[in-house]
């Protein structure tokens, strides 16, 4: 699985982005998808995730703000962003993971990272 991400951006507090990522290769076998994203200096966090049938969670610090949404298994996963602020500014990275055999083992794929800075 390939995972390409795009549309990050600098925009003012309060502005809105979408983020896009576009899987190929084996598609049909990802189980799971989410966006992360990393600060500097600071660990990578789960954003947003959406599972195989669409149930999707979020980070306390988005709810409200971010909808991520995913129509089929071959659409790309797109995070919605309002109300930014300046303690969005991160890198942005999409993740995939698939359950993959008899033992479902679990893969994990990592896109590129898209920047999104807010300023105040």
């Known amino acids: 699985v390939q995972l390409q991400a795009s549309g990050g951006g600098l925009v003012q507090a309060g502005g809105s982005l979408r983020l896009s990522c576009v899987a190929s290769?084996?598609?049909?076998?990802?189980?799971?998808m989410g966006w992360y994203r990393q600060a500097p200096g600071k660990q990578r966090e789960l954003v947003a995730s959406?599972?195989?049938?669409?149930?999707?969670s979020y980070a306390d610090s988005v709810k409200g703000r971010f909808t991520l949404s995913r129509d089929n298994a071959k659409a790309p996963m797109i995070l919605q962003i309002s109300s930014l602020k300046p303690e969005d500014t991160a890198v942005y990275f999409c993740?995939?993971?698939?359950?993959?055999?008899?033992?479902?083992?679990?893969?994990?794929?990592w896109g590129q990272g898209t920047q999104v800075t807010v300023s105040s």
């Open positions: 993740n995939a993971e698939l359950l993959v055999g008899r033992s479902l083992t679990k893969m994990v794929y």
């Open positions: 959406i599972r195989d049938g669409g149930v999707t």
């Open positions: 290769g084996n598609t049909f076998n990802i189980n799971t």
